[in-house]
């Protein structure tokens, strides 16, 4: 069992940062790729950005790409997203996701993901 703790969720204007953060308990965390998804109200769960098990390598859907920085530190079990120029669209509770099956690169699906997170809440002001 692997459990997961989001926080770092909070009303932030637009154009400004937030740093969130996953907490890992449990099965031993360096295992896994881990992802970010969020959720806005009446829309689907959204890929965000995920990381090999290594922190070695890291994938993010386009709209993210370079406002978005994903990271972990294994030895603290904990996985952060950086986020940067934040838009009103960005506001959503934004999850975070281990997997436990090895790829060959990390799943941007939410169905591929097997341990979730209670979701913390990110508002952006326009």
């Known amino acids: 069992q692997v459990q997961l703790v989001e926080s770092g969720g909070q009303l932030v204007q637009a154009g400004g940062s937030l740093r969130l953060s996953c907490a890992a308990s449990?099965?031993?965390?360096?295992?896994?790729?881990m992802a970010w998804f969020r959720q806005a109200p009446g829309k689907e769960r959204e890929f965000v950005a995920a990381i090999t098990w290594s922190g070695g390598s890291a994938y993010y859907a386009d709209s993210m790409k370079g406002r978005f920085t994903i990271s972990r530190d294994n030895a603290k079990n904990t996985m952060y997203l950086q986020m940067n120029s934040l838009k009103p669209e960005d506001m959503a509770v934004y999850y975070c996701?281990?997997?436990?099956?090895?790829?060959?690169?990390?799943?941007?699906?939410?169905?591929?993901?097997?341990?979730w997170g209670q979701g913390t809440q990110v508002t952006v002001s326009s």
């Open positions: 996701a281990a997997d436990v099956i090895p790829r060959r690169l990390p799943a941007n699906q939410a169905r591929e993901y097997y341990y």
């Open positions: 449990g099965r031993t965390f360096s295992t896994y790729a």
